[in-house]
């Protein structure tokens, strides 16, 4: 798999703080970026807002607007999830990349880290897929893993996929093990199933009973 240190890039060269406004301008204007780095005497600090940037007086430095600008960024240290994290906090589609000296070293594109997303296994290998709910303060991750493996099955990841203050619903990527075990044996621990699937016996034989009954009722 490909190091997410790969992906840094200095395709555009960062703002530097001493620029125009009108020359940042100039130079964003075809670049769809809702941020842009701005560099002071090399030292990173902070991002501009593109939509902000059209409003600024041209004649005024970038660093005129200092206050205007969001201090996001990610470490070289960082790992992907923790990258991405960084990009949905921040409602951005660029994050600058800092050292550990703070040192700027460039920035990551969203597009690429969702590439480097799909070579993970958890989207790039063969598995079914297996939502489940069940109260915040009952559930347990632990438990989840236990349900599946317990059924010969193989995790290729999970995680939180959507959260309330009372419910929490778990997205569960599996590669081997008898699917329609693995769902019965979660209901058996109480928690829902949200996904739907064909290898479902237990709403198959609902479906099959609530057929039944509607050609009773309709003789």
């Known amino acids: 798999m490909t190091e997410i240190l790969n992906y840094i ?14 020359d940042a301008q100039d130079r964003l204007d075809e670049i769809s970026f809702s941020h842009f780095p701005v ?13 902000d940037l059209e409003t600024f007086d041209g004649d005024k430095k970038v660093a005129d ?11 070289t240290t960082m790992i992907w999830l923790d990258v991405l994290e960084v990009f949905a906090k ?12 703070n040192q700027y070293k460039g920035y990551y594109e969203i597009e690429d880290i969702i590439k480097f997303f799909h070579e993970t296994p958890f989207l790039k290998e063969q598995g079914g ?5 069940k109260g915040i303060l009952d559930y347990s991750m632990s438990q989840v893993a236990q349900i599946v493996e317990s059924n010969n099955g193989k995790l290729l990841g999970l995680f939180v996929s959507e959260a309330t203050t009372e419910n929490v619903q778990i997205t569960i990527k599996i590669s081997l ?21 064909q290898e479902d016996n237990y709403i198959n034989n609902l479906k099959e009973r609530s057929d039944y009954l509607d050609k009773y009722l309709n003789i």
């Open 129 to 133: 897929i297996i939502i489940v709910q």
């Open 177 to 197: 093990g008898g699917m329609n075990d693995i769902i019965q044996t979660f209901r058996r621990y109480n928690y829902e199933i949200i996904s739907e699937h």
């Open 90 to 101: 921040n409602h951005t589609n660029l994050v600058p990349v800092l050292d550990e000296n």
């Open 65 to 75: 607007y200092r206050f205007t600008l969001e201090p996001f960024y990610a470490r």
């Open 9 to 22: 890039t200095n395709d555009y060269k960062a703002l530097d703080s001493l620029e125009t406004i009108f």
């Open 39 to 51: 560099v002071e005497e090399g030292v990173y600090i902070g991002c501009i807002i593109k939509d």
